[in-house]
């Protein structure tokens, strides 16, 4: 079974925060789109300098997958309740978790 570790998410317009995860420095931008009523997320592994922009946290896929990012495992958006909805504004944190799946324990997960 993978182990999860949770990334603490807030329900604030616009922040930033450092996180270490598989032992680099993360750097998360995480902003809600009022326009389209989603969260973004943009990180940035500080030692390699590998970028990417514009994540959208949806439920029901690997965050980075699409983003081939070999230094990091898998990311998810959880719905605790488990009624399979898209993160709003003020439970984001609460009931939608940011959860992420370490490198070596990734294969655990098919998706």
Do not use: C, H
């Not at 940035?44 to 495992?73: F, M, P, R, S």
């Amino acid at each position: 079974m993978a182990e999860n570790l949770v990334i603490p998410l807030i329900p604030d317009y616009s922040y930033r925060f450092n996180s270490i995860l598989e032992e680099l420095n993360i750097q998360f931008y995480v902003r809600w789109n009022i326009v389209d009523a989603a969260w973004y997320m943009d990180l940035e592994i500080v030692e390699t300098g590998t970028k990417v922009n514009g994540i959208k946290l949806i439920g029901g896929i690997d965050l980075l997958k699409q983003y081939a990012i070999t230094e990091l495992g898998k990311m998810f958006i959880v719905d605790t309740e488990e009624k399979f909805q898209e993160p709003d504004f003020d439970l984001i944190g609460d009931r939608y978790k940011l959860i992420y799946i370490l490198k070596e324990n990734a294969d655990d997960i098919p998706f």
